[in-house]
């Protein structure tokens, strides 16, 4: 007997951007898919006309490209309307729905009756049982309606890949719309119908969904469909043990890519909620785990997202990238910040002193969005702003001393009537470490060396006593902006009488 190939599917709303919860489900779907051979099917759901919009849809498949998710078929429900409505005329004719002819008022009315009794709301089948005659006339007098499914009294029962059986009782469900007033399908119909149509074998969602299953199961089989394998993902938590929402932080790719997460973290991230390597690795790309996952090796308990985790994976990912790789990925947060334009980096003055701050500050970064911070004081030219700690240490005579020689030793170097295109390239870290050197070697009898030898260089430059390596501090401002700084730090000294 020939197996039937895998099909899973992603199914996103485009009523708003992509969030992390269904992020999450759009990466179980593409592993689960492609660990096992099988297809992927990206559906939007779009039949929600008064929320759907096509910016969230760009933004949705925006995300999902950039988190490296592929897809090998493309579908909009709003195509597919006709497939809806004569699946739901078919299911008129056998009598295993009607039309229901209740007003939007009426159906308002009825659930505030229902909540304020503390009953569970839900139709009371008024439109069950009308006579052929009143439907006619109903039908005549232009009333609109819907298509409501019958529920019989029944056991819904399915194996979830997950979490093992589950049953529902029928008793639970009223009678549900399939068509709504205005012709679009409701949730339910129109994604079994879907499914049955593209084949998918697999569904893979969240566990909110786990009711509407058993909707679906009955309309599986009263149309004559196969009924896939289903899987329901736990909900994903705050730190608080709250549902994750805005109060949380961000809450969509797009706002983590703007707080400069790298896709690969991302990835990364949400493949670990919920589910880890048997080996217990938990830094990976995707494309490493397909061979090591298993649908049943998902955790059917709760998810709680970590921002600490997540910081912590991301500055791993950061530190795999090379100097080049990351001198393209911050320069939009320097231009976000105003800390450069595009038209400045024709530069090379300027894309040296960008790149050796990101040789400097690779190492502190957990996001991408953090190196601004880092790195304004050596691109803005801003006055210092001194540390109590700095200041302290400027107080010292012998900071003076290291100071003035420190300044003697960069006058010495030429700037011109070299074959080298500026000064920067000149007092690069190995220069600086030499120069240090020699001033250390210089004050040794006075032994001033270590903190006495550093730190008033450093606190003369930056205003502050901690920082990126030396060497690389001074390579990265050169010979006439170390200059310019201590020039500000004597004067800033002098006029404060300190």
């Known amino acids: 007997m020939e197996s039937i190939k895998p099909r899973f599917r992603f199914a996103p709303s485009p009523t708003g951007g992509l969030h992390i919860g269904t992020a999450r489900t759009a990466l179980f779907n593409w592993i689960s898919a492609r660990s096992m051979d099988g297809d992927l099917i990206l559906r939007i759901e779009d039949t929600d006309l008064n929320r759907s919009t096509k910016e969230f849809e760009e933004s949705i498949i925006s995300d999902l490209k950039w988190l490296g998710l592929n897809w090998d078929e493309f579908y909009r429900q709003s195509d597919r309307i006709k497939f809806y409505k004569s699946e739901a005329e078919r299911l008129l004719k056998e009598g295993k729905a009607y039309m229901c002819f209740c007003s939007s008022e009426r159906i308002e009315a009825l659930k505030g009756k229902l909540i304020s009794e503390g009953k569970p709301t839900g139709y009371d089948n008024q439109?069950?049982?009308?006579?052929?005659?009143?439907?006619?006339?109903?039908?005549?007098?232009?009333?609109?309606y819907t298509i409501r499914y019958k529920v019989n009294p029944e056991e819904i029962r399915f194996n979830d890949l997950i979490r093992g059986e589950i049953k529902f009782s029928s008793e639970v469900i009223s009678d549900f719309v399939l068509i709504k007033s205005d012709s679009t399908p409701s949730y339910n119909f129109a994604v079994v119908v879907d499914d049955n149509d593209m084949g998918i074998t697999h569904v893979v969602r969240g566990e909110d969904h786990i009711t509407n299953t058993a909707r679906q199961i009955m309309l599986f089989e009263s149309l004559g469909y196969k009924?896939?394998?289903?899987?329901?993902?736990?909900?994903?938590?705050?730190?608080?043990?709250?549902?994750?929402?805005?109060?949380?932080?961000?809450?969509?790719?797009?706002?983590?890519?703007?707080?400069?997460?790298?896709?690969?973290?991302?990835?990364?991230?949400?493949?670990?909620?919920?589910?880890?390597?048997?080996?217990?690795?938990?830094?990976?790309?995707?494309?490493?785990?397909?061979?090591?996952?298993?649908?049943?090796?998902?955790?059917?308990?709760?998810?709680?997202?970590?921002?600490?985790?997540?910081?912590?994976?991301?500055?791993?990912?950061?530190?795999?990238?090379?100097?080049?790789?990351?001198?393209?990925?911050?320069?939009?947060?320097?231009?976000?910040?105003?800390?450069?334009?595009?038209?400045?980096?024709?530069?090379?003055?300027?894309?040296?002193?960008?790149?050796?701050?990101?040789?400097?500050?690779?190492?502190?970064?957990?996001?991408?969005?953090?190196?601004?911070?880092?790195?304004?004081?050596?691109?803005?030219?801003?006055?210092?702003?001194?540390e109590d700690e700095a200041l302290n240490i400027l107080k010292l005579e012998t900071s003076r001393k290291v100071i003035n020689l420190f300044t003697e030793k960069l006058k010495e170097i030429k700037t011109s009537g070299e074959s080298i295109p500026d000064d920067n390239s000149i007092l690069n870290e190995e220069k600086a470490r030499a120069i240090i050197n020699e001033i250390g070697a210089s004050f040794n009898s006075e032994s001033i060396k270590g903190k006495l030898l550093y730190m008033p260089i450093r606190a003369s430059l930056t205003g502050k006593v901690h920082g990126p390596e030396l060497p690389k501090v001074i390579s990265i401002l050169g010979k006439e902006e170390c200059l310019n700084m201590i020039g500000q730090t004597l004067a800033f000294l002098k006029n404060n009488q300190i």
């Open 127 to 144: 439109c069950r049982n009308l006579a052929e005659e009143e439907i006619k006339e109903n039908l005549k007098n232009k009333i609109e």
């Open 227 to 386: 009924i896939p394998n289903f899987a329901h993902l736990s909900m994903i938590l705050g730190s608080d043990g709250a549902k994750l929402s805005k109060r949380h932080g961000a809450t969509t790719i797009t706002q983590f890519k703007d707080e400069g997460f790298l896709k690969d973290a991302m990835a990364n991230y949400l493949s670990l909620l919920s589910w880890a390597p048997r080996d217990g690795e938990e830094i990976f790309f995707l494309n490493d785990i397909l061979d090591k996952f298993k649908i049943s090796d998902i955790s059917k308990n709760p998810a709680i997202f970590d921002i600490d985790k997540l910081n912590w994976l991301n500055g791993n990912y950061i530190r795999k990238k090379t100097n080049e790789e990351l001198f393209e990925l911050v320069l939009p947060f320097l231009i976000r910040e105003n800390l450069i334009n595009q038209g400045e980096l024709k530069d090379s003055g300027l894309k040296t002193k960008i790149f050796k701050c990101v040789d400097a500050f690779r190492d502190k970064l957990k996001t991408l969005a953090e190196f601004p911070g880092y790195v304004k004081d050596f691109l803005s030219g801003k006055i210092l702003n001194y």
